[in-house]
């Protein structure tokens, strides 16, 4: 008798479950830059997006700055699980495979054009690579181009010789050890500490980063070097998305369409805006002397060489894509 009013229990609770509108759900979403980064206020905008699209069905409930979960562990993070969706610097996985470094190989792609084409060129490969530790693509930004931070005047080379550089990935320490610098990784929340500590003493960033850290609290040049488009990626753990109703499937990919033009948009207007934020702020803005562009163009060389040997296959079919 018991058993049968369990039954019966149960059976009610299914059809009612069936009959209701569907529960709603909260996607908790670490994310390693500070609110004021556009990529930051982009996300917030996609979360708000996906919430109305699906009538609060899915809410997404962002976590910036690396308060929730530090960004060297977010990508792991969404592939185990522990958090269903999170942004990342896609190039931080190099070491993972070079395939990942190509949008931060200097002079490669150094225009929102180019970068665009690059990241149709390899956007494939790496939804293949990433699918393989179960993370779907939602959508992926470009910062502004890179420039170099200094103390001072460098107006050669020279002057970058044993300066202690910050850097974000391995291509950026490799850059920094053939300009004879001596690299140090700091993410951008800690940045204003490890200038101020003397740790690092100049850095390769966008104007964005720059303003936002306010470079001009420690630093006084930036050089317009242009050198590269590094991109964030957004990606959610595959079983995660399987588990929504296909409506809300729809949604989330739609709403990140929706965020990748309109960062990209963002970030062409950061460009100017943050360059001149940086210039208001005591900051003299320069092109890069001759010397400086060459030395940065020699290991730039060398950097091509060296990733086109380590991405093998893989790499060149980028490349060719890429010069097509
Ligand atoms: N800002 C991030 C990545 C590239 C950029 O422009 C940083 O400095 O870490």
Partial sequence: MAHLRTLVASAALTLSLGAAPAMAEDWTMPTPYPDATFHTQNIRQFAEDVDKATNGEL????????????????KNAVRGGTVPIGEFFLSRL???????????????????DEAAKLWAASRPKIEEKLAEQHL??????????????????????????????????????????LLGAVPTQV??????????????????TSPSTG??????????HYY????????????????????????????????????????????????????????????????PSDDLKEA???AGATMAAEWAESAGEDGKAILDAFNK
């Fill in 59 to 74: 809410k997404i409930i962002v976590h910036s700055a690396g308060s929730l979960i530090k960004h060297p562990e977010i």
């Fill in 187 to 204: 993410e951008v929340p800690d940045l204003p500490q490890a200038f101020a500590t003397g740790v690092v003493q100049a850095m390769i």
């Fill in 211 to 220: 303003a936002n850290s306010k470079a001009w609290d420690f630093l006084d």
């Fill in 94 to 112: 190099a070491n993972e495979d070079p395939i990942f470094a190509v949008d931060s190989l200097p002079f490669l792609a150094t225009s929102y």
């Fill in 296 to 298: 940065f163009a020699k």
């Fill in 224 to 287: 317009d070097t242009r050198a590269w488009l590094p991109k964030n990626i957004v990606v959610v753990n595959a079983r995660a998305f399987d588990a929504l109703s296909t409506d809300v499937q729809k949604a989330v990919m739609d709403a990140a369409a929706a965020a990748e033009a309109r960062g990209l948009e963002m970030s062409m207007a950061e460009t100017d805006a943050q360059t001149k934020v940086l210039a208001e702020n005591g900051i003299t803005v320069a092109a």
């Fill in 136 to 177: 779907k693509v939602l959508y992926a930004v470009p910062w502004p181009p890179q420039g170099l931070y200094t103390k001072g005047a460098v107006d050669s080379a020279e002057g970058l010789k044993g300066v202690k550089m910050r850097s974000y990935n391995s291509s950026l320490e490799r850059l920094a050890q």
